[in-house]
């Protein structure tokens, strides 16, 4: 029997042991988080480790329900250790979910407990825990620089100022590079009622009446022009489908102003102004170089009776079917044709879809970067060792694994990245098994490359930083 997450932990042979070894040197290039630029350029100290690790993590909050505990431990208005002790109950019963491994990292790495959580160990944990953290070293940017992070983007709406974003590129006392990427989902749809509040904001941060849809192109040109200046690489889109439909500008114009004016629009219009406004992206994007990533299979806001009592990316979000295929085709190849298809990055949330797009990848290949058309690393639901195995295990079928721009820590918490060595003992481990297999040679060399290049150098080639 093996040890509980000892440091061969996933690494089930010699080849995976040596590769993992080389990779886990590497440096952590974070290029999709949803980490706050205000926190971390106030990087203020936190108060418990129920702060650090339950506040905002809705993947906690979904096992606490799962496993029964009452709302008031989990969003409610129970103290920061009765929360804690509610998680560290649930905890011995989540056997096989990756959360039960993320929690152990980060004891281990961060508090040097390498105790299980359970109820019976929550007080005691607790108690070191926190000694930890009031002898210091834990405020956002010492847990960032802690976890050899060398940049990371965060997740900017068009409508935000960067004021942040502007005062830690000034602060040269912090080596981690914070660079906004450029997430306008609120411009697209237009059909929730989150559209004209955001409208209202994003008139007010530009100082400009948008009256048109020529005029929010406009502003919306503008305020990707303010993304550039402030070193920004990358967009990001979420669908539950790539729409791909066509319209007249008279159309568009006309969609806009229902929207504008809070009419209710059918599934036709949507879909022609959200593949309108992604072509004026793509195009934009293709000129400056930047990498359009792609968040396909959500199913959001499931629970309209907690919704509307917590609001969204509360933890009652899942994955959707829909056939995604021929219109994500026709749509980047609108853009192939036309030369304005930029780096791109596709996610899927349903692993249905994972030859799917493992395959649509070398429709749209060329010279201009290698691999310009990325699968994106198993994603939320599936961020975990079969997910990650068997996404991984689809780009090798079809595609070049050795260029995959790697892992993403997709998280809110700043003590999330012992995800990214998760990722690598399973990296190493699956072609660890490809060489013990004898499907590849045992080249040390060209391994090590690989498992350091998808650990952190591909990502910042493709990305250019």
Avoid at 271 to 282: N, P, V, W
Wanted: net charge negative.
């Amino acid at each position: 029997m093996k040890a509980f997450m000892d440091k061969d932990f996933l690494l089930d042979n010699e080849p995976a042991r040596f590769m993992f070894e080389a990779a886990d040197k590497m440096p952590i290039f974070d290029w999709h988080c949803h980490l706050s630029p205000k926190e971390i350029y106030e990087n203020n100290q936190p108060e418990n480790i129920a702060q650090l690790w339950l506040g905002g993590d809705h993947y906690k909050w979904r096992a606490m329900r799962s496993f029964g505990i009452d709302e008031k431990y989990i969003t409610g208005d129970a103290s920061p250790f009765e929360k804690f002790q509610a998680f560290a109950s649930a905890m011995p019963y989540l056997i096989g979910n990756p959360m039960y491994h993320w929690v152990h990292l980060e004891l281990q790495r961060y508090f040097d407990i390498y105790d299980t959580l359970s109820k019976e160990t929550a007080e005691d944990i607790w108690n070191r825990a926190n000694a930890k953290i009031a002898a210091g070293g834990f405020t956002p940017r010492e847990l960032i620089l802690k976890s050899n992070v060398t940049c990371l983007f965060t997740t900017d709406d068009p409508a935000d100022t960067l004021e942040y974003h502007k005062l830690l590129a000034a602060d040269k006392s912090f080596a981690c590079k914070v660079l906004p990427a450029f997430r306008p989902d609120k411009s697209l749809y237009i059909d929730l009622d989150s559209f004209i509040p955001w409208l209202n904001s994003l008139e007010t941060v530009s100082e400009t009446k948008i009256d048109s849809y020529k005029k929010l192109k406009a502003v919306l040109l503008d305020r990707i022009e303010l993304f550039r200046s402030m070193g920004c690489r990358a967009s990001d889109h979420a669908f539950a489908y790539v729409p791909c439909e066509e319209a007249t500008a008279e159309e568009l114009e006309a969609i806009f102003a229902k929207g504008k004016n809070g009419e209710k629009l059918t599934t036709l219009e949507v879909d022609k102004y959200k593949t309108d406004l992604m072509r004026f992206f793509a195009a934009k994007y293709s000129k400056l170089g930047w990498a359009m990533e792609i968040h396909i299979g959500a199913m959001r806001n499931n629970n309209t009776l907690m919704f509307n009592k917590l609001g969204p990316d509360a933890g009652y979000d899942s994955i959707d079917d829909k056939e995604i295929a021929v219109p994500l085709s026709r749509f980047l190849d609108s853009l192939a044709v036309k030369e304005q298809l930029p780096k791109t990055i596709l996610f899927t949330l349903n692993p249905k879809d994972n030859y799917v797009l493992g395959a649509m990848l070398g429709n749209f290949q060329n010279s201009e970067a290698a691999s310009k058309i990325q699968f994106g690393s198993a994603w939320w639901f599936n961020d975990n060792l079969d997910g990650m195995r068997e996404q991984m295990k689809a780009l090798a079928n079809l595609g070049v694994l050795g260029k995959f721009v790697g892992m993403v820590t997709d998280s809110r918490s700043f003590l999330s990245y012992p995800r990214h060595e998760y990722f690598r003992r399973i990296l190493c481990g699956l072609m660890g098994d490809m060489v013990e297999s004898g499907l590849y040679p045992y080249d040390k060399e060209r391994l090590s490359e690989i498992a350091c290049g998808v650990s952190y150098n591909n990502a910042k080639e493709y990305f250019g930083i």
